[in-house]
Nanobody, 126 residues
């Protein structure tokens, strides 16, 4: 059974930074992504990256502030979050899939990810 384990969440003041990590239990996934869910809201796309790291995609709300990257030798994907805002407060989930859809493939759609982490809480105070 494939497991994704997130870490790096916490409490930070507005304007601060956090770095989330997601370790993939020895698997190199074809594409990976980050999603978040705030209380009372639906899960939303944050960022995605293809297998080589050469293609990325970001939600407009985080573009220019967040950076997704991956280290395949360590089976890990990262989300560097800078200039955090209170509206970034949410549980952040790592997602991944092993199906090949093209070398540059990334996706914003949750149903295209087979594997999910348990989530890590990010709280940004004003």
């Amino acid at each position: 059974q494939v497991q994704l384990v997130e870490s790096g969440g916490g409490l930070v003041e507005a304007g601060g930074s956090l770095r989330l990590s997601c370790a993939g239990a020895g698997r190199i996934f074809k594409y990976m992504g980050w999603f978040r869910q705030a209380p009372g809201k639906e899960r939303e796309f944050v960022a995605a990256i293809n297998w080589s790291g050469g293609m990325t995609d970001y939600a407009d709300s985080v573009k220019g502030r967040f950076t997704i990257s991956r280290h395949n030798a360590q089976y890990t994907v990262y989300l560097q979050m800078n200039n955090l805002k209170p509206e970034d407060t949410a549980v952040y989930y790592c997602a991944a899939d092993v199906n090949y859809r093209g070398t540059m493939y990334v996706t914003r759609f949750p149903h295209e990810y087979e594997f999910w982490g348990q989530g890590t809480q990010v709280t940004v105070s004003s």
